[in-house]
């Protein structure tokens, strides 16, 4: 059955650094786009980051733009998430996600266009002292 896992989520102090894992299974990333997004308690959910698997185009949310690092492994068939400077904030459970149909050489982060689909079970994370 195809799907992606998400791993890597944990408990981290303030300013400390998680890389999050999403591995396609079943399937090739091939040229669809793949996005990372986190929903906390009481908020609905959030694109933070995306990549163009083909182009390697990228894109990141305001709140995460200098932290955060969206990168791809070929080999792997695996999409990371480098999270660095982590804030209390951050805690959330965080998903992928794939469009198989993006725009050339881009990638969105507004989930209102229904774009994405094959979610992921989601890894938690939570930023705390």
């Known amino acids: 059955q195809s799907r992606l896992v998400e791993s890597g989520g944990g408990l981290v102090q303030p300013g400390g650094s998680l890389r999050l894992s999403c591995a396609a299974a079943g399937f090739s990333l091939g040229h669809g786009a793949i996005g990372w997004f986190r929903q906390s308690p009481g908020k609905g959910r959030e694109g933070i980051s995306c990549?163009?698997?083909?182009?390697?185009?990228?894109n990141y949310a305001d709140s995460v733009k200098g932290r955060f690092t969206i990168s791809r492994e070929n080999d792997k068939n695996t999409v990371y998430l480098e999270m660095n400077s982590l804030k209390p904030e951050d805690t959330a459970v965080y998903y992928c996600?794939?469009?198989?149909?993006?725009?050339?050489?881009?990638?969105?982060?507004?989930?209102?266009?229904?774009?994405?689909?094959?979610w992921g079970q989601g890894t938690p994370v939570t930023v705390s002292s």
């Open positions: 996600a794939v469009d198989w149909h993006p725009r050339p050489g881009d990638c969105t982060l507004d989930l209102s266009q229904g774009r994405y689909s094959d």
């Open positions: 990549i163009n698997y083909l182009h390697r185009t990228t």
